[in-house]
């Protein structure tokens, strides 16, 4: 299967930041890189590059999805974030350092 591209964004680098501490567990399986920017408006952005769509789908299923879950449980209502928007990107090149 070919690599693929995620692209999605967080409300705010807390909320970023609360989700990953729930998740704590180093780089899930068929990741290639992760990455996260600050935006001006204070959003994040994320692009991670995946082995494949299928461990893109996995790490949100079992992962990203329960973590996001948790933090909005324990989060006001007023600090939910719309839905999320994620992209899909097939690359036509991806080169390795």
Request: net charge negative; no cysteine; glycine share 8%.
């Amino acid at each position: 299967m070919a690599e693929v591209v995620v692209i999605g964004h967080a409300p705010s680098r807390a909320m970023y930041q609360a989700v990953g501490d729930v998740m704590d567990g180093g780089a899930p399986a068929g990741l290639v890189v992760h990455t996260a920017t600050e935006e001006a408006d204070g959003t994040v952005r994320i692009v991670d590059v995946w082995e494949s769509r299928d461990a893109s789908d996995a790490f949100e299923r079992d992962l990203l999805n329960p973590a996001i879950e948790k933090v909005m449980a324990d989060s006001p209502a007023e600090d939910a974030p719309d839905s999320p928007q994620v992209e899909y990107l097939e690359p036509f090149e991806v080169i390795r350092g």
